[in-house]
């Protein structure tokens, strides 16, 4: 009486049966014996007397593992303890079984599917969180979602859907299905992705609830769309916006899936979703990082970046052009080497005044210099560029290093010192006409005051600025001074002439006049 208390209120079930076997082989079953516990824990009733093939249809062939232990057990007599899936009724077991005699086992078992489900969805979610490190693209990351996901949940039907907010429509990104081909994009509307997108929530629909959605107008079964017995979808959101949904259904089964798959399936969606953002974010900063190293390995400008160590971290191909180095080769030459002693000198007082613990605690301030530096060639001549360096900082504000841009000047300088000769040729044709032509050879001192500003005022007009500026800055000039200012700009232009002062009047003689043929010791200007 006392054992039979005990086996009717154990927790465990408990099943004492009697081997088959076929030609040596273990081939079916039968319940002998079984307690309360059997019956609560499997769901089988009425079992006793009865083989194991009648009251669990084909388990012959979906569980031969199962068998293959027991026909051991029973013919051995040695004890086993093992957990096994039992594919027949979709059920996790551990399992102690022993025989009391040759030919007969007990089997005492517990139902360990919540556990072992619980595992297998920490392994998804471990799998999931590695596959967002290893997965470059979401056309690597979506079957691997998928392939995890079918360890937990049935699969065989099954999408990845992203919603785009302005167009209004659903982007199936991934999908295996046994009747639909969605194709790349379907309007949102009405569907029972954008239920899931306007409420936030998954949501879990047999034909009942699907029936009482569309006659709610909440969705609108579309014709083209496959008619599943179920379908389980929960949202993919970043923050509280939804920007997806993932779904699987079953067109044969209605009873595939529960509120338990449900809460499992809204649990992955949290970490997918991290995943299938995170990978996006990493793809489309690749796409803009391969268009913009496309423009800068394409322009004529030299773009480099430095840490902050000043060390080069990269630095475009047009570089090869302009210095003769390669990227490798100038990796390898410190910054004071690449520049003229005056340029170095240059960036090193920029930099110092910019890297000051006070300014880089400036989080908000932006600091962008421009400047002419003089660059050293690889066969050691120079060159000058045009030079902005800009200092870059992350979303927290900290610095992480110098944008630089740097435009050759060559060509600039060149046209700039062809423009300056021309003019200077230009001012000095000019002076001579005025001093030739238009100026009279003798006046007084009094008439000669009013000529020398006729004289300085016909030059002012028809000279360059800055040529007229560097011989006669100021208009204040005596007549020795302003005869002394005459003469410096014709020896500079290859002449040897002399000023004086003569009974008030000022004489200009000399020789090698740059305008003429023939030389000349006579007066040109006497004023």
């Not at 249809?57 to 057990?73: A, M, N, T, W």
């Not at 496959?226 to 929960?234: E, K, N, Q, S, V």
Request: net charge negative.
């Amino acid at each position: 009486k006392l054992y039979r208390s005990l086996f009717d209120n154990m927790l465990n079930g408990f099943a004492y049966c009697k081997m088959m076997f076929d030609g040596g082989r273990p081939a079916d079953f039968v319940y002998l014996a079984v307690n309360g516990a059997f019956e609560e824990l499997t769901g089988l009733k009425d079992v006793v007397g009865r083989k194991v093939s009648e009251v669990i249809p084909g388990i012959r062939e979906s569980d031969p593992g199962l068998f293959d232990i027991y026909g051991r057990v029973a013919l051995s007599g040695k004890p086993e303890k093992f957990e096994i899936f039992v594919d027949a009724l979709k059920m996790w077991f551990s399992i102690s079984v022993y025989s009391p005699q040759t030919g007969y086992f007990v089997a005492v078992f517990d139902v360990i599917t919540k556990r072992k489900r619980a595992e297998e969805l920490q392994k998804v979610l471990f799998e999931i969180a590695n596959a967002m490190n290893i997965s470059k693209y979401l056309d690597e990351l979506y079957p691997l979602i998928h392939r995890n996901l079918s360890r937990v949940l049935d699969t065989t039907n099954f999408f990845i859907a992203l919603y785009d907010k302005e167009r209004h429509v659903l982007d199936f990104a991934y999908y295996v299905d046994e009747k639909d081909d969605y194709g790349k994009e379907v309007p949102a509307e009405k569907t029972n992705c954008h239920y899931i997108i306007r409420t936030g929530e998954a949501l879990l629909a047999d034909l009942e609830v699907f029936a009482d959605l569309n006659a709610r107008g909440e969705i609108v079964t579309r014709e083209y769309l496959g008619r599943p017995l179920i379908w389980l979808g929960a949202p993919l959101k970043r923050g509280e916006e939804v920007f997806g949904v993932m779904a699987v259904q079953s067109y044969t089964d209605p009873q595939a899936y529960d509120e338990e798959d449900k809460e499992v399936l809204q649990l992955v969606s949290h970490q997918i979703a991290k995943a299938i953002d995170m990978v996006r974010a990493e793809e489309a900063l690749r796409q803009s990082d391969a268009r913009y190293r496309l423009i800068a390995e394409n322009m004529a400008d030299t773009v480099w970046l430095m840490d902050m160590d000043l060390k080069i971290t990269y630095i475009s191909p047009s570089v090869t052009r302009t210095r003769g180095y390669t990227l490798e080769e100038l990796n390898d030459i410190p910054l004071d080497m690449q520049l003229t002693p005056e340029s170095f000198e240059i960036v090193t007082h920029i930099l110092e005044s910019e890297m000051t613990p006070e300014r880089l605690a400036q989080k908000d301030l932006q600091i962008s210099h421009t400047f002419e530096l003089e660059f050293y060639r690889k066969d050691g001549s120079t060159f000058w560029a045009e030079v902005t360096m800009t200092r870059l900082r992350d979303a927290e504000g900290n610095p992480t290093g110098i944008l630089s841009v740097g435009r050759d000047l060559t060509e600039r300088k060149k046209a700039a010192k062809a423009l300056l000769q021309q003019k200077t040729l230009e001012s000095r044709y000019t002076l001579t006409k005025i001093m030739t032509d238009g100026v009279p050879a003798l006046l007084t001192m009094g008439r000669g005051e009013k000529s020398k500003d006729e004289f300085m005022g016909e030059m002012m007009r028809r000279l360059d600025v800055s040529f007229y500026d560097k011989y006669f800055p100021t208009k204040e000039d005596g007549l020795e001074s302003f005869g002394y200012r005459i003469c410096a700009l014709m020896n500079d232009m290859g002449g040897e002439f002399s000023s004086r002062i003569e009974v008030g009047e000022l004489h200009i003689t000399g020789e090698g006049c740059p305008w003429k043929n023939e030389e000349t010791r006579n007066p040109i200007l006497c004023m």
